[in-house]
């Protein structure tokens, strides 16, 4: 039986689905906003990210313009100093070339000019060439790391002379003062690379002379504690604070027009930066533009411990003492031959020529020479095989010096294992070659005044061997600048040694004039 359903039920149940049905709305509502706000979330940051990433592009790309701009800047920067490196090395090589050619004519065409005239301006226009060359070829060496420092014995005090002396008259020539002022004490001799630092030096009172119009310059000297300081100052044209370092670059002389127009090809301070820091040292400059420039040198240069003997003056060549010496020149260049010729026989060397390798192996076999003066690039056998089949045959009896422009495969030598014995590099200074000829050969020059018929160089009488121990002591105390020790010295030794009167006496006037360079100079000689 069927009952009747209950009275107030429908309402209860409609109620019922109407909160039921709500509640899901709700809650669909609820998951929905939800997942809007999720997905505008996301939009957003996707949105920054992607504002994020382009801004991003956009400044690499400004970053990428500014880096081709400056690499465009640099490029045409290059390429402007390397015209005007073309333009100046054309005007460098065709002034020295014009002299030559210019004198070489009015010789061959028999003009009544002076020969030594001629001859002096053909060896400066020569050497300003070399110089050229030797620069460019500095910096190649440089770049792939073989250039060659030696360790010579030099004579600090003459060669800073000679160097101020070079320049003393081109100063003149414009106007300009030149002063050399040494501050203390110079040692007789250092130890360092003697052409790199007169190189160095030229490079600096170069430049103090050419950019200087008016007042002049003035090359400092002070030495201590084993370091000279050398400061070049000038009154010239002064250098602009953005262009103190650019100046050392190759080729670079800085933004002033003064500056561009004057000769050279902008290598002299990079070199001299360059060949400053190998030889232990550093090299700055100070500047105000328009009134002049401060270039300072510190190097390390150390005394030998002993003093040198001194080397002769080569004009004065007449012959040498001893046997006669056989020497062989093979080159295939003629005008070598023929230099060496000339300077060789009338020195009564025997001289052998022959202009390749194999003539000059078969003519080795016949004259048996002494020494061998060989040049690397020739037809056939290059310089390196004739000089190893020269060891074979004849192993260290005969000496070899290669004489040749291939300054690039230099090598020094003198190891005692090598093909050869000395390397000289075209052209060939004569005094360099007969100085490599007697060092190979142990010769004993004939000097000038010494050949029969011409009268002796009057020369102060030498110290006796009594007075050596009296000579190292006033040697110490001339670097200790100990005046009053000095003075006792040599009174010991004018009581010791009688026969050192007159030089003591010649030493104690230097002593007196507080001239403690001079003094150690005068007693070298007298040792």
Known sequence: MRLPPAAGAPDAMTHGAADMLWAIGSGLALVAALAFARLFRNARDASRRDADRLRQEIAAHRDTEADLAHARDAAEAANAAKTRYLVAVSHEIRSPLNAIFGYAQLLERGDPIRATEAGGVIRRSAEHLTNLV????????????????????????????????????????????????????????????????????????????????????????????????????????????????????????????????????????????????????????????????????????????????GAPTYARVTGYHGA?????????????????????????FAVFEATGGADGLALADHCAPDLVLLDIQMPGCNGWDVA??????????????????????????????????????????????????????????VLAADAPGVPPVARPAALPAAAAPYVEDIRRFIKLGHVRAIETVLDDLEAAVPDTAARVAELRRLLDAFDLRALARTLDDAA
């Not at 110079?186 to 600096?204: G, S």
């Not at 400061?231 to 080729?251: K, M, N, Q, S």
């Not at 670079?252 to 930066?273: C, S, V």
């Not at 300077?343 to 009564?348: E, F, I, Q």
């Open 388 to 445: 190893a089949q020269l060891r074979e045959r004849f192993g260290r009896s005969v000496r070899i010096v290669m004489v040749s422009a291939n300054a690039h495969e230099f090598r020094a030598g003198q190891d005692g294992r090598g093909l050869h014995d000395a390397f000289l590099t075209k052209p060939v200074d004569l005094d360099a070659l007969l100085d490599a000829i007697a060092r190979q050969l142990g010769l004993d020059w």
């Open 134 to 309: 030797e620069g460019l070829l500095d910096i190649s060496r440089v770049e792939s790391g073989v250039l060659q420092v030696r360790q010579d014995i030099v004579r600090l005090p003459a060669l800073l002379d000679h160097v101020v002396a070079m320049f003393r008259t081109q100063a003149d020539a414009k106007g300009l003062s030149l002063d050399y002022v040494v501050e203390g004490r110079l040692p007789a001799f250092v130890r360092t690379d003697e052409k790199r630092l007169r190189q160095i030096l030229i490079n600096l009172l170069s430049n103090a002379i050419k950019y200087t119009y008016r007042g002049g310059a003035t090359l400092t000297v002070r030495y201590r504690s084993q370091t000279a300081t050398i400061e070049v100052r000038d009154t010239g044209i002064g250098i602009a604070p953005e262009d103190l370092e650019r100046i050392f670059e190759p080729f670079e002389r800085g933004h002033a027009p003064d500056a561009a127009m004057q000769p050279g090809i902008g290598l002299g301070l990079a070199i001299t930066r360059v060949l400053t820091r190998i030889l232990g040292g550093e090299v700055t400059v100070t500047s105000e533009p328009g009134q002049g420039s401060r270039f300072l040198l510190r190097m390390l240069l150390p005394e030998p411990t002993a003093a040198p003997a």
């Open 324 to 348: 006669r010496k056989t020497i062989l020149v093979i080159d295939d260049n003629p005008a070598q031959v023929t230099i060496v010729n000339h300077l060789l026989r009338p020195l009564d």
